[in-house]
């Protein structure tokens, strides 16, 4: 009666035979319709089984997934912010250029109509020729070309003073040689944008360049051919490039010698350009009040070689740059394009005192 055929349905775990009935309880455990005899305590006791080991899935087993699922739905979420932010961000930008080029627009708005309004007060005055009472034609159009140079001349007068700062920040601080050359470097392409834009000027109104109407008052006194004389330069920044080689002495005083040199040759064709154009306007006879056309054609064509001139004498301020660029080690060129800046600075400066001063009544 112990065989393992009952053992199998006697189950202790269920609780429903006991082992003294095994083989009645195997023939009864059977209704007559072949589904098993299973009393409803029992269904209930397995249901409440069964109910238990899934909510213990469906906290445990299912907790990960959610989590997962949250983190994935969360990803979107943080790509559309930054997304947001960055939009922002660049709106932002665009208002401020926008707000910048609007700025520039009023300036020179304003400027046009300055020179327009003093254009118009000397066409009200009237110019005379010759004793007549006609006055000449003058057109109220105002040259483009010049004013953009004002603009891009304010500009570059801004940027310089930043350099300037940036040049005594970087001494002081003692930094790298390789992070000053860059700063150096910089310095050294802002001069030539200036030529650059010079000669833009020049093609625009070379008397206009000429004249440092785009210069202060002091910056004007000391004016050569639209700009600064190399060789008074090199004598201001001398002392401040202390202490040189015996090779960079030489060096220097032979770069003056040839600034020099150069400089009197331009001089002299000044003076003869000069001469030239005085005979040419004289060539008729004064007195009659009028021009000859063939008059006229021949001054203006001694007129343009004052271009060259500029152009020629910027020439020399670029390669006397160039030269001390060569000459000098990082930190002196440095220390030079230091005291060149403010140089310049104090001439500003001293054109605002002159203006400013206290004036005696008359």
Not at 157 to 170: D, G
Not at 216 to 226: C, K, N, P, Q, Y
Not at 241 to 258: A, G, I
Not at 270 to 296: C, N, P, W
Request: charged share 25%; hydrophobic share 35%.
């Amino acid at each position: 009666m112990n065989s393992p055929t009952a053992q199998f349905v006697v189950s202790r775990r269920m609780n429903l035979y006991e082992p003294l009935h095994q083989i009645s309880s195997w023939v009864d455990s059977f209704r007559d319709d072949g589904f098993p005899n299973v009393s409803p305590s029992t269904v209930v006791e397995v249901n409440e089984r069964l109910d238990s080991l899934s909510e213990d899935t469906s906290s445990h087993g299912g907790q990960a997934p959610s989590n997962r699922y949250d983190q994935e739905a969360s990803k979107p979420v943080e790509k559309v912010q930054r997304r947001l932010a960055q939009n922002r961000e660049a709106a932002r930008k665009s208002r401020l250029r926008k707000k910048a080029y609007i700025q520039q627009l009023e300036l020179s708005r304003s400027k046009l109509m300055q020179m327009e309004q003093e254009l118009e007060r000397v066409r009200q005055q009237g110019m005379y020729v010759g004793g007549g009472i006609d006055p000449v034609p003058f057109s109220a159009t105002v040259n483009s070309g010049i004013v953009a140079f004002e603009m891009e001349y304010g500009h570059w007068v801004e940027e310089q003073n930043k350099q300037i700062c940036e040049l005594r920040n970087a001494l002081n601080t003692h930094i790298t040689d390789v992070e000053l050359r860059i700063l150096v470097d910089g310095g050294m392409k802002h001069y030539f944008d200036l030529f650059q834009l010079k000669a833009g000027a020049a093609k625009a109104d070379v008397f206009y360049l000429m004249s440092g109407m785009w210069k202060t008052s002091a910056e004007r006194f000391f004016l050569w051919i639209g700009g600064f004389r190399p060789s008074e330069l090199l004598k201001v920044l001398g002392p401040q490039l202390d202490p040189l080689t015996d090779q960079q002495v030489m060096d220097v005083y032979n770069l003056k010698q040839s600034c020099e040199q150069a400089e009197e040759a331009l001089s002299q064709g000044m003076d003869k350009l000069q001469q030239t154009l005085a005979e040419t306007v004289g060539t008729d006879r004064l007195g009659e009040g009028i021009y000859t056309s063939e008059m006229a054609n021949n001054a203006i064509e001694k007129l343009e070689a004052l271009v060259s001139f500029v152009n020629q004498a910027d020439h020399l301020r670029r390669e006397t740059l160039q030269q001390m660029h060569r000459i000098l080690t990082v930190r002196q060129a440095a220390r030079g394009l230091l005291a060149l800046g403010e140089y310049f600075q104090r001439l500003r400066a001293l054109s605002s005192l002159w203006c400013s001063r206290p004036r005696q009544p008359t």
